[in-house]
């Protein structure tokens, strides 16, 4: 029963701060906002270009497909699985947050747990999809190439206890955090 709700807890939690995580960056306190320029962001994933995450992205894929030495039988599957876990937008909530201020603090605070649920909720779609994708690629993987899956796998996973799925994560698109 404790390994039920370990699980739970942590989503709950994980939720919740990216809750108070984007409302956080909705004010931005002096220093930091767009006109600070690159170093006071850091490199977060939120701030990354996005033509440069697929650059990286595409490299680890064709990385893997040469360890994996695929047949030309494996090509259709191996093309369906990239598609599928190629990274979506992340969208703004800039007109969410214009909405927002608007509202008084109850009705914020609803219309902040119906956003909320909805954005999980699209996560939750979109980590299914990927984890179907790798899945069924992974099936039409020999013994040998799924060893070597594997380890790239775990590897690009990087040591997050598997909650990402697919080689560029579980995100959905690319989600900040």
Partial sequence: MRTYFKPLHTLILAGALSTLAGYSMAQPTPGTG???GPAAHGQ?????????MQARMTQRLANIKVKLKLTPAQE???????DAVKPTPWTSMGASHAELSKLP???????????HAE???????RMDQRAEATKTFYAALS??????FDEQFNRLAGGHGGHRVGPMGGQHGRHPG
Avoid at 44 to 52: C, E, F, I, L, T
Avoid at 77 to 82: D, I, P, S
């Fill in 34 to 36: 767009p006109s600070a």
């Fill in 44 to 52: 977060s994933m939120a701030r990354q270009d996005p033509a440069k």
């Fill in 143 to 148: 013994a040998d190439q799924k060893k070597v």
């Fill in 119 to 125: 954005h999980m909720a699209a996560l939750t779609v």
């Fill in 105 to 115: 603090t109850p009705e914020r605070l609803d219309r902040m747990r119906t956003l």
């Fill in 76 to 82: 259709a599957a191996w093309t369906t699985y990239t």
